[in-house]
């Protein structure tokens, strides 16, 4: 064993030996004869077989620190169009993927001597080939892409090149090149080339559509540039799609056009509706290709194209009826040690998911559930479990799934999780989000208290998420659905002082353009545990919520104050004017809303009743009595609206006393005498006939 390592060491340095003598031959002779030309072009050409036959010597010469050496004939002869070109073609082979030989040659002026050899033989279609190409591979760098193309004006330049060479296979291909490596990672040059260059792209892959080179740098560049919405919309115009499309069909078996396909369209589906149901139209072509592929990156980026365009409701039945649905669920186990596919596969699969109970099903059926809920226990990679956390939450939402993800272990994988990443806001957020799915189902709500309620409040009071606003309202969320009709949970969360922790967030979060969602679930939280709140508590809370107008809200601040007025002990009688000028005014304001109509009704029947003070009723018969008459028409089949409407008119036209015709128009009796002599009312309504007699005879 040692003597082969031996052995094998002696050949790779013999082989070291043979690359570097012709190489310090060659420096020798550029050093030697700087004013020869002809032998200085001998060396470029030399030096440029060598490049193109053996990879390591671009290696070497970096190590070499040799750079300025092979730039001193181009920029010694500027006028000289053979060592212009070979040079050219140098720059190009020693900076092609050579972070450092790209930073050397910029430094030592290459990028200046290259435009200066461009423009001063622009009719050499060799010298403009090889020059675009040396720009396109010398902008892999941030520094140099702002070099090129904002000190020289490189962009203007190419497009200069493809309207003078619009038949040159090579040019067009290299400058295809140059504005790919142009906008690559660069959000202004990806702007400024919304226009000419993206128009050039899609024009050149529909002159050359069997040239490979061109569909992968074309390709490519519409990767870049598709990265910025106007390229987008400018691409999606010029009829881009079908192009990539159409390349991709052509050229299924060429992994690097079928990858960079998949990649532009899926930042062409991005946030696009449009595009997204124009590229689900082929979704049996991305299928076929999936299935066929061995190669790693096309399944990572078939996902995430796939991924993009399930988001949209329309695109969903045309991926539904293909076989992807299967094909990634067993992608789960197929790659399980290839994170960025899992990745990706399980964001196709929750988006796809998300708000479609019968996909839910159909994953949970081919047992996703469970291959995510393992997958998420052992992967101990984080971006995985924060996409398994996702697809987690949005399968939990059918009730079928809820059960499978609990008797699975999930509640607890999802508190072990919290623990892991105490103060990592992604994974909080999903788990808590999952956690309040789970808690829907009542069987989970003691599970998760019992296991999780130290967790939960740990976050609630975890200093790092107090302003943050996404992670309050879900745990917000979470404790709603926990203290919903659970008498248990609401003790214990009251005796952690939820209260405090609510009153804070609604004093905190009052914008009502930013802050309703926390308003709401704050409202929520205090209607489930309104049996708890002492009287100022619950005045302060609805002078709280008095301050949004959402319909929501007035809806969960009418329950409070029913809950109040008739469940609580009698208030004082400037509370009671307060209640009952708010609810006549939430009655008015939102007469098409059932919840908040029946609250109102109700408090209003309680205030108009024969042993509570007189001007209550004055009060409501001045203001209310047509809203009342309308609620009681409008949610007829309501039977609490109706009857708290016309046993408040009737109780306002009785107890005052005033005649009938007073409150009401000739036209409300008659309507009300026709919807009394309903058989259905007055089987439901029995016993209102005798007060309903009094509205029709009056006093």
């Known amino acids: 064993m040692t003597t082969l390592t031996e052995n094998n060491n002696i050949i790779t340095t013999r082989q070291e030996i043979k690359l570097t003598l012709p190489i310090a031959q060659l420096f020798e002779v550029l050093e030697n004869f700087p004013d020869i030309p002809q032998i200085l072009i001998n060396s470029l050409t030399s030096f440029n077989y060598l490049l193109s036959s053996n990879l390591k010597i671009k290696n070497k010469i970096s190590e070499l620190d040799k750079i300025s050496d092979l730039l001193k004939p181009m920029l010694q002869y500027k006028n000289n169009q053979k060592i212009q070109l070979l040079s050219c073609e140098l720059v190009s082979k020693l900076s092609n993927d050579h972070t450092k030989n790209i930073q050397s040659i910029a430094q030592e002026g290459g990028i200046e001597a290259v435009f200066e050899a461009l423009k001063k033989y622009p009719t050499d279609t060799q010298i403009q080939a090889e020059g675009c190409l040396a ?25 200069s090149v493809l309207q003078r060479f619009t038949n040159n296979e090579t040019i067009q291909n290299n400058c295809c090149l140059a504005f790919a490596n142009f906008s690559f990672q660069n959000s202004e040059n990806q702007e400024i080339m919304s226009g000419e260059p993206v128009n050039q792209v899609i024009s050149i892959m529909k002159q050359y559509p069997e040239s490979k080179n061109i569909h ?33 069909t052509k050229f299924q078996t060429e992994a690097l056009i079928v990858q960079k396909s998949f990649v532009a369209l899926a930042n062409l589906a991005y946030n696009n509706t449009r595009n997204q149901q124009e590229i689900s139209q082929h979704v049996s072509l991305i299928e076929n290709i999936m299935k066929n592929s061995s190669d790693l990156i096309i399944q990572e980026k078939a996902f995430l194209l796939l991924s993009n365009i399930a988001v949209n409701k329309n695109s969903k039945s045309q991926i539904v009826n293909s076989n992807l649905i299967e094909f990634a669920v067993n992608a789960i186990d197929t790659f399980r040690s290839e994170n960025n596919i899992l990745n990706y596969c399980l964001l196709f699969l929750a988006n796809l998911a998300y708000n479609e109970n019968q996909i839910q099903q159909k994953i949970a ?11 998420m226990s052992t992967c101990n990679n984080y971006d995985l479990e924060c996409m398994s956390c996702l697809f987690l939450v949005n399968l939990s939402v059918h009730p079928f799934n809820k059960k499978i993800i609990a008797d699975s272990n999930g509640i607890e994988q999802f508190l072990a999780l919290m623990q892991k990443h105490p103060n990592d806001p992604q994974i909080q957020n999903k788990c808590i989000l999952a956690l309040a799915n789970l808690s829907v189902a009542k069987e989970n709500q003691t599970k998760i208290r019992e296991l999780g309620v130290d967790i939960i409040f740990t976050l609630k009071d975890n200093i790092a998420f107090q302003s943050n606003l996404a992670i309050q309202t879900k745990l917000l969320i979470l404790l709603v659905n926990l203290s919903y009709q659970n008498e248990e949970n609401k003790k214990i969360f009251i005796s952690r002082n939820v209260l405090g922790w609510i009153r804070d967030l609604m004093d905190r979060y009052t914008q009502p353009e930013t802050d309703l969602r926390i308003q709401i679930n704050c409202c929520k939280m205090i209607s489930n545990v309104a049996n708890y709140l002492d009287v100022p508590t619950i005045i302060s809370v609805l002078s709280t919520m008095k301050k949004f107008s959402d319909p929501l ?25 307060d ?63 109706f009857r708290s409407s016309f046993l408040t008119i009737v109780y306002c036209a009785k107890f005052i006393p005033v005649t009938i015709d007073s409150l009401l128009t000739e036209k409300q009796i008659n309507t009300a005498k026709e919807i009394f002599s309903d058989s259905k009312i007055i089987q439901e309504h029995q016993d209102l006939l005798s007060l309903a007699q009094f509205l029709f005879d009056g006093q």
């Open 553 to 577: 809200i007035q809806d969960i601040s009418s329950f409070i104050l029913e809950f109040y007025v008739l469940k609580k002990t009698n208030p004082n009688e400037t509370i009671c004017l």
């Open 579 to 641: 209640i009952l000028k708010s609810t006549l005014n939430t009655l008015q304001e939102y007469p098409n809303y059932e919840g908040i109509q029946e609250k109102s009704c109700s408090i209003l029947e309680y205030f108009s009743k024969e042993n509570q003070n007189p001007d209550y009723r004055i009060l409501i018969r001045n203001q209310a009595i047509t809203s009342l008459f309308n609620s009681a028409i409008r949610f007829s089949t309501n039977p609490i609206i």
């Open 135 to 159: 720009l396109a591979h010398l902008a892999y760098t941030p520094e140099n892409q702002t070099k090129i193309t904002t000190t020289y004006h490189g962009i203007d330049y190419i497009i």
């Open 365 to 375: 059926s081919l047992s996703g559930l469970t291959k995510v809920l393992d997958l």
């Open 216 to 248: 992968l740098n074309g390709t490519t560049a519409l990767v870049n540039l598709s990265i910025s919405t106007s390229n987008q919309n400018r691409i999606t115009f010029l009829k881009g799609i079908p192009l990539i499309i159409s390349s991709l």
